[in-house]
């Protein structure tokens, strides 16, 4: 990518191609795909494939409106309208994107006002903006839903929100599908957005079943856990939304390192498990041989223990119990007096165990955690301008390939489009298959020969050199230069003594020759 000359670039691909960039195929759009599945983040963050991208996110805008231009905010103005306005324009968007089918590529020079909206409507950067404004939308229908009180019977707000489900659920199938090999699960926010669908699927469920159960809300345990799963979909959704801020480039990095951060914490997590989990079983055996020592075996049989122990109510409440009381105690909100037992040998041998527990996990297991996660985020932090571009690649390469009509309204859009395509076929995808073939030929023939003519000029036949070797050469360089430097100051000072030495015996000369004189 170094030998690459950009103006050189440019001039080439105007050369071969109508534009210089466009959202379905452009200049090293195969090769930036396949460096966001394999992770190669040092290729992405490259400065020119950084350009070429951001071409691609904003690409359809004029330059007077692009973010942080001092018209971008007509452009936020417009989207926000545009949105709203979606189901009135829509038979003007179906013609647009019709009119584009059947007469791409554009032949004539001069651009009409629906080439502009079109151009306008399929912007990655446009897209994510309705994409935000559609999820505002639908986390205030959850908002609506959670402040309301129980009822069997659905409510409209229901109805929306299932609207919005089947759209969502409509547009994550989209861009599994349209991505390549692994490229969808790079965007950590999906992992929020599959678990929603999930929860919401349950959601589903459930309420079909309390409608024909019918009922009151009162002890109607199954409309109750219904309310709870909207509230954590609220929750997930509402956190989900703060993904608008993966797009700037302060905000970005901190995300990365909380995500970096929560990974960590489920490690962690996991370990406290395995640890509360075999303390929990060792504290009940004890509990449950002191009674057996204690009890006599028929009259346990017969009437329990006669004890109110720790483990009164059971072997398995006792686990639960003394894994309950274990968590708390990580936060130092138990009480020890509540762990003792009737015999000496049984509490103390409890009161070790509880010992070694408050160790393992308060001294070693929180500490490791603190160290993880300073760890994790100076990792992030020195890396954060390659970390953030790779993120905002996968990013535009999402909306890059998202429906243009966004939830709930592409419920309509996506059933038209598919029936279309299935009918009449892709030009426009065609179109795009041979402009890659062009480019394919391209690097093949002129870029790769040229970069690499570049290259071997520069390195001959060995790699360029790496930052780390770089880095020792100099060292060796200055350990050199500090050993000349001694070799001459040390010369210096011997000059400066023997020139000392013959001006103290000249001195001694005249004073001798002053004595026998006198």
Known sequence: MDQVNTTEEISIDHEHTEHNTDTYASLLDGITESAIQFSQKKFISHPLAYRLLNQRWNYGLPSQCLPGKKLSFLLYIFTILDTILTPVLFPVIIYAFYKDQTDYPRKRKKRFLRDMYLDYLATPFVIFLKDKLSQVVFITLHVRMCVLASSVAPRTEEYLILVFYIGSLMSEFQQYYTSQSRVYLRNMWNYVDVITLTLHAFIFVLRITSITRGGDAYHNRLLEVVNYLYGINTLLLVMRFSSIFEVNKTVGPLQLALFRMCIDLVIILVQFAFVIVAFSVAITMIYTAEMSYLTPTSELEKNGTRFKSFCAKGTSACILKASTHLIWSVFGLTNQETMESHDKLSTAVVGVLY???????????????????????????????????????????????????????????????????????????????????????????????????????????????????????????????????????????GNQAQKSLQNSGNRQEEWMSYHSTV
Not at 361 to 374: G, R
Not at 399 to 409: G, K, Q, S
Not at 447 to 469: E, M
């Open 355 to 493: 010992v070694m527990f408050l160790i393992l996990s308060v001294i070693m297991l929180v500490n490791m955690l603190v160290a993880l996660l300073t760890n994790t985020y100076n990792k992030v932090e020195t890396n954060a301008d390659i970390e953030w571009k790779f993120s905002r690649a996968v990013v535009a390469d999402e909306y890059r390939r998202f429906h243009p009509i966004v939830v709930p309204l592409n419920v309509i859009s996506v059933p038209i489009c598919h029936c279309y395509i299935k009918m009449y076929g892709d030009n426009r995808a065609k179109k795009a298959q041979k402009r890659r073939l062009i480019y394919q030929k391209f690097y093949n023939k002129v870029l790769f020969p040229t970069i690499t003519k570049r290259y071997l000029d520069k390195h001959g036949d060995s790699f360029p050199i790496s930052l780390d070797a770089k880095v020792d050469l100099l060292q060796k360089g200055m350990q050199k230069i500090m050993e000349k430097l001694d070799v001459i100051l040390s010369g210096q000072q």
